[in-house]
């Protein structure tokens, strides 16, 4: 009666086991079909947005103050203002601001900026006085700058990204390589080629 006993509670021990490790199996595979087809969703999201952004020309090398001061807050400004977009590049772009995400005055998309927020940074080029300290700071990220300075042309993003580099360093306490970075990851003058991350953002 004893080895009886044994052997259904052997057999209840493996029959569990089994089960869990089933368990595990199929919750392993769930996780990693969802993440897959999350992923994939995210992929088919930024090529639809690429393919209405590569073609947008309200972004150019032309428009400085004026320009943006004559939209509409409710208009957005779209596409490269230099060379044609990369959707490579753009991607690894959105990527690497998503490390920004919690500062909301950081423009999540470079190639997709509100009429609003460009003006509100402008405002940010003109009204904030950077003091030597700091200067020196804005200075520094000039010289770590892929472009040695905000952008690759002096257009309105070149001014904004100004602005918003100020705003930054005064209410954010950002250092050079943050600015140098951020400026980086958000150039909007379209082309090739590969982002590169500092790795001094906050957290």
């Given amino acids: 009666m004893s080895k009886e006993i044994k052997i ?12 869990v490790l089933v368990g595990l ?37 032309g428009g400085t ?8 807050p409710d208009q957005r400004i779209q596409g490269s ?10 991607t690894e772009q959105i990527e690497a601001l998503k490390k920004y995400s919690k500062y909301e005055k950081i423009p999540s998309d470079p190639y997709d900026v509100s009429v609003e927020s460009a003006q509100e940074l402008l405002s940010y080029q003109k009204e904030i006085v950077l003091s030597n300290e700091q200067q020196v700071i ?16 002096k257009c309105w993003h070149w001014y904004a990204y100004e602005g918003l580099a100020k ?35 906050h957290t």
């Fill in 8 to 19: 259904k509670k052997r057999t209840l021990f493996i029959s569990l086991a089994v089960i």
């Fill in 25 to 61: 199996i199929v919750f392993s595979y769930s996780r990693t079909s969802v993440y897959t087809t999350n992923q994939d969703a995210d992929v088919k999201e930024l090529e639809a947005k690429f393919a209405v952004l590569s073609k947008a020309n309200t972004n150019s090398c």
């Fill in 65 to 72: 103050f004026n320009y943006v001061a004559s939209k509409s």
């Fill in 81 to 90: 203002c230099c060379g044609p977009m990369n959707f490579h590049r753009y």
């Fill in 138 to 153: 804005y200075d520094e990220a000039s010289g770590l700058s892929h472009e040695g300075g905000p952008c690759c042309c």
């Fill in 167 to 201: 705003y930054l360093i005064v209410e954010e306490n950002f250092t050079s390589e943050q600015i140098a970075e951020v400026w980086d990851i958000s150039d909007a003058c379209g082309g090739s080629g590969h982002v590169e991350g500092r790795g001094h953002g």
